[in-house]
């Protein structure tokens, strides 16, 4: 069984597309020129092969299990006594990291850092979108949605920057002579004021600019591609990553960190005798070294398909996920419902099932818990019609339920045009829906700032919960290890047996509108 097989352009258009669109309820323009494919581009239909010596162990881990990369911890997750922060906010001495210890830029921007359920809900503003007075507005729909973050463009996959550059090679070959953002520093404190993280992503490898202006940098035989296996190509991106950091961003996103899977036939990778896999998780294990240096997450986008860990696969991208999985904090698998082949799980269309969100998600989870890893599972969802019949506000509320159910953590929408009024309308009522189970518990208790009682009648999800193994009746089980609930936030157990359910970021006052 193939999971993916269809052959993309952008993300929600077909390849080349180069219409325009409006953003209704924004009056935004926007342009298909600024739509990086990989979003939506699906890796070449791949025969069936096993993962079996795919991966190699994974290198440790930089940041101790039950520390959390939030405000309340510094670079390499201590508090400012020096003391290590864990997960419940205190140290190893026991003493609770105050909020004013969070972390700074350069800028002098506070990073809000990930909510304490390191729930990150939010989509993708392109290149078009940032330039606009009109950003605020978007900023003001995320907010009011429920949503907590948005992802916009340091460097998008045409090799432009959205934001004026100081590094040498960038001036040289005018790679930010287009910046539609003046100041980055100023468009993170707008999007902090509302609640909102800012995730920078970096289209890494995929760079029609610096591969034309700079042949020395690109693959040889491919055009579009830098060499991931170019020590100077790898430094620049490096240089993008530090300059943007000290703009007070919230989590860095590498998009196309990986090798090109299409007209490679003259392709020659000069690999020699080290693997895709090898570079990849070299140049990533590089980049995690600077984000750990302040604090600040590292996240992945890869290939659904990769979550299938097929050895053909993973060599084709060098996109090895158990490696991965080991220097990053998130994983983003780009799980598309339409991108699924005909006859996937027994769908003639998968793109009519929202719930083949929940495949994708939970295999590539499956596969970081298997190999040790702690890293976030929050995948992209499709906010767009391609060869998705029926796609609607519910249609994109499935797929919320089901990455959910799948137990991921968040999730992250996708529309090539900006276009996302089905995401606001399930967005909302999704929280609201959410929401209502923290206004009270079945026994009277309120459930936001009380105490709910553990006994049968303690819900999951807001359901009723059997007697036998606490399942809640509307589906995700709660685990007997530390009760901890899939679905509706963090489940705390003390020492004196009293649980506490943990309140969404969304739920707190004037948050959901």
């Known amino acids: 069984m193939r999971p993916f097989a269809r052959s993309c352009?952008?993300?929600?258009?077909?390849?080349?597309?180069?219409?325009?669109?409006l953003l209704i309820g924004l009056g935004l323009p926007s342009c298909a020129r600024h739509t990086p494919p990989d979003k939506q581009a699906a890796a070449p239909s791949?025969?069936?092969?096993?993962?079996?010596?795919?991966s190699e162990a994974p290198a440790p881990s930089s940041f101790p299990a039950d520390v959390v990369?939030?405000?309340?911890?510094?670079?390499?997750?201590?508090?400012?006594?020096g003391g290590v922060v864990k997960r419940d906010g205190t140290s190893a001495e026991g003493g609770v990291i105050k909020r004013d210890q969070a972390l700074h830029s350069e800028s002098g921007e506070t990073r809000l850092g990930w909510p304490a359920d390191k729930e990150l809900k939010g989509v993708y503003a392109h290149v078009g979108m940032l330039g606009s007075s009109a950003f605020p507005r978007l900023l003001d729909r995320i907010a009011k949605s429920g949503m907590n973050a948005v992802v916009v463009d340091a460097k998008d996959y045409s090799g432009?920057?959205?934001?004026?550059?100081?590094?040498?090679?960038?001036?040289?070959?005018?790679?930010?002579?287009?910046?539609?953002?003046?100041s980055l520093p100023e468009l993170v404190h707008s999007a902090h004021q509302l609640g909102i993280r800012v995730l920078l992503r970096v289209a890494c490898f995929h760079d029609a600019w610096m591969a034309s202006h700079r042949r020395d940098l690109a693959i040889h035989g491919v055009a579009e591609w830098l060499d991931p296996n170019n020590t100077a190509a790898q430094d620049y991106l490096l240089s993008i990553v530090?300059?943007?950091?000290?703009?007070?961003?919230?989590?860095?996103?590498?998009?196309?960190v990986r090798y090109p899977t299409e007209n490679i036939g003259q392709a020659d990778f000069g690999l020699g005798r080290r693997k895709t896999t090898d570079v990849i998780a070299g140049f990533v294990q590089r980049v995690h070294e600077h984000t750990m240096a302040l604090g600040v997450p590292l996240s992945i986008d890869i290939f659904g398909v990769v979550a299938w860990q097929r050895s053909v696969d993973v060599f084709a991208t060098g996109q090895d996920l158990v490696r991965l999985g080991a220097i990053v904090e998130?994983?983003?698998p780009m799980v598309y419902p339409s991108h699924f082949s005909d006859g996937f799980n027994g769908y003639a269309t998968p793109g009519e099932h929202p719930e083949v969100v929940a495949f994708g998600t939970k295999q590539a989870i499956e596969v970081l818990k298997k190999a040790g890893s702690h890293a976030v599972v929050r995948p992209w969802i499709q906010a767009f019609p391609w060869h998705a019949p029926g796609y609607d506000t519910s249609y994109v509320g499935r797929e919320i339920a089901q990455a959910r159910a799948a137990e991921g953590i968040g999730w992250l929408a996708w529309n090539a045009g900006g276009y996302y009024a089905e995401v606001?309308?399930?967005?909302?009522?999704?929280?609201?829906?959410?929401?209502?189970?923290?206004?009270?518990?079945?026994d009277g208790t309120p459930a936001v700032g009380g105490v709910v009682k553990h006994d049968d009648r303690t819900p999951a999800e807001g359901g009723v919960v059997k007697h036998d193994d606490r399942t809640p009746a509307e589906g995700g089980a709660v685990r007997h290890d530390d009760r901890t609930s899939a679905h509706s936030g963090v489940v705390?157990?003390?020492?004196?047996?009293?649980?506490?359910?943990?309140?969404?970021?969304?739920?707190?006052?004037?948050?959901?509108?």
């Open 9 to 21: 352009g952008p993300r929600g258009r077909p390849a080349h597309a180069a219409a325009c669109t």
């Open 46 to 54: 791949l025969p069936e092969v096993t993962a079996k010596g795919a």
């Open 69 to 81: 990369l939030t405000a309340q911890s510094s670079a390499d997750g201590t508090s400012a006594e």
């Open 160 to 182: 432009w920057l959205t934001y004026p550059s100081s590094i040498p090679i960038a001036a040289q070959t005018r790679a930010s002579s287009h910046a539609v953002v003046s």
């Open 242 to 256: 530090d300059e943007t950091l000290a703009a007070g961003v919230d989590e860095m996103q590498l998009d196309y």
């Open 330 to 332: 998130a994983v983003s």
């Open 424 to 442: 606001w309308a399930a967005s909302s009522m999704d929280t609201k829906a959410r929401c209502r189970q923290f206004d009270h518990a079945p």
């Open 492 to 513: 705390n157990s003390d020492e004196r047996g009293v649980v506490t359910r943990a309140e969404p970021e969304a739920c707190r006052p004037t948050a959901v509108q």
